[in-house]
């Protein structure tokens, strides 16, 4: 987990995951949550958080580095499309335990 500080208090954090691949000598990082504090947003505080946990994932020499954004939710939507070098059009399924 990474969290963003405004000096005093926490104002975003993410938390991310390595995935190993079995299919390939490789691993990605699944950022799971990222979030900032509303009256903090647009400053580049989540952009800041991706690219601490892009170094980390280099570090460990992780491969790809994805996440997931909800359907027309168009803040996120712009900001990973701004980072991301590529978009695919994904299927999510929710499984029920």
């Known amino acids: ?5 405004d000096g005093k208090r926490p104002v975003g954090a993410l938390t991310a995951y390595v995935l190993p691949k079995f299919e ?7 950022i799971y949550d990222l979030a900032v504090a509303e009256n903090f947003r647009r ?8 690219r601490a946990a892009g170094r ?3 570090e460990r020499g992780v491969w790809i580095m994805f996440i997931q954004a909800e359907a027309g939710d168009e803040p996120p939507l712009a900001l990973y499309r701004k ?3 590529s978009e695919e059009v994904a299927h999510h399924f929710d499984i029920e335990p």
């Open 43 to 50: 400053q580049g505080i989540a952009t800041q958080l991706i």
């Open 83 to 85: 980072l991301s070098v």
């Open 1 to 5: 987990m990474l969290v963003a500080f």
């Open 56 to 58: 980390l994932a280099r």
């Open 24 to 30: 390939q000598n490789r691993s990605e990082l699944f």
